[in-house]
């Protein structure tokens, strides 16, 4: 049981770290990453979440996506089309703002 327990308390310990280190990366490369890029995309989704609780969502940087984006990010009133170089510009403002 003890044993049990030690594994248990070892394995949280080393997502922890994982995890905390990730971000990190995340955090210094947000700032050298191409607005509209596949990378920026996953940035953005990591932050925003555009999936259900399933794991379901659309692909990453389509019409879809954007929306979904939009919705969360700014509740509809970011007063730009959704993906356009000045809404990437804005997202990223504002995602890093929350930090």
């Known amino acids: 049981m003890l044993r049990d327990y030690c594994l248990g308390v070892v394995i949280l310990a080393f997502c922890t770290a994982c995890s905390t280190s990730d971000a990190n990366v995340t955090d210094k490369r947000s700032s050298t990453l191409v607005e509209g890029s596949e990378a920026w995309f996953?940035?953005?989704?990591?932050?925003?979440?555009?999936?259900?609780?399933?794991?379901?969502?659309?692909?990453?940087?389509?019409?879809?996506?954007?929306?979904?984006?939009?919705?969360?990010?700014?509740?509809?009133?970011?007063?730009?089309?959704?993906?356009?170089?000045?809404?990437n510009s804005k997202a990223t403002q504002k995602l890093q703002a929350k930090k």
């Open 42 to 87: 996953v940035w953005v989704d990591r932050q925003v979440v555009s999936a259900d609780t399933m794991g379901h969502g659309p692909d990453l940087g389509s019409a879809e996506w954007c929306g979904v984006i939009e919705a969360k990010l700014f509740n509809r009133a970011s007063g730009l089309e959704p993906c356009s170089t000045a809404w």
